[in-house]
């Protein structure tokens, strides 16, 4: 268990809204990833973050910003949810154990856009 | 050629039986290698990473052939709780700011009573 929790679980929204998806982890990690997995696509990077204010892009960030003011937060948000944009969405850290780096997932928030 | 590459599946297999999955890569500086495990609607959990040399944890047995460009999974002894989808991960440069951490779709296996 990497200390990992995403709010809400789950969400419905309407087409338009903005929606902010939280990432909050208690271990320190440095560095944070948001993704999102759809069926035939696999996991894809979204945003990442190597440490507080510190963010870079993933392959698919049109349409999503994120922000983290503090180590423990990785927010995500959808500046205005398209039906494109329901997905399941995964955050994730990096650790650093016995000399390798693994990354571990948090629960998931599956988000639905009506 | 695909970056990271598994067969879907799925594998449906009798317990007790031995299975075994492969994942190619294509780039030949990928320094870090995992197979996760996911059951359905829930996260991707870390299974076990894949050492240069191989790596066994109990019925799982896990190998690298750098040479030829893929990982490996086995399972002996297969059992009921063994069904889910099996992902293979690769890293070029881990904790780096230029790392790139590819995921490959997942093979997904049944193990049939």
């Known amino acids: 268990d990497a200390g990992i929790t995403q709010s809400p679980r789950h969400k419905v929204t309407e087409t338009g809204t903005p929606v902010t998806l939280r990432c909050h982890q208690t271990?320190?990690?440095?560095?944070m990833y948001w993704y999102r997995q759809d069926p035939g696509h696999g996991l894809r990077l979204i945003h990442y973050s190597y440490g507080v204010k510190d963010t870079d892009k993933g392959e698919v960030s049109d349409g999503y910003s994120v922000s983290r003011s503090k180590t423990e937060d990785f927010l995500l948000t959808l500046e205005s949810a398209t039906s494109s944009q329901t997905s399941v969405y995964f955050c994730a850290i990096m650790a650093r154990l016995a000399g390798s780096y693994e990354q571990y997932f948090g629960p998931g928030t599956r988000l639905t856009v009506t | 050629r695909k970056e990271v590459e598994q067969d879907p599946g799925p594998f449906n297999v009798p317990e007790g039986a031995t299975v075994a999955f492969n994942c190619t890569y294509s780039?030949?500086?990928?320094?870090?290698f995992f197979w996760y495990r996911q059951d359905c609607r829930k996260e991707p959990k870390l299974l076990m990473s894949?050492?240069?040399s191989g790596n066994e944890d109990g019925r799982f047995t896990a190998q690298l052939n750098r040479a030829s460009q893929y990982i490996s999974l086995l399972i002996r002894d297969s059992k009921l709780s063994d069904s889910a989808t099996y992902l293979c991960v690769v890293n070029t440069d881990p904790m780096n700011r230029d790392d790139k951490i590819i995921f490959g779709k997942g093979t997904r296996l049944h193990i049939l009573p």
């Open positions: 894949v050492y240069s």
């Open positions: 780039n030949s500086a990928s320094q870090s």
């Open positions: 271990e320190n990690h440095r560095y």
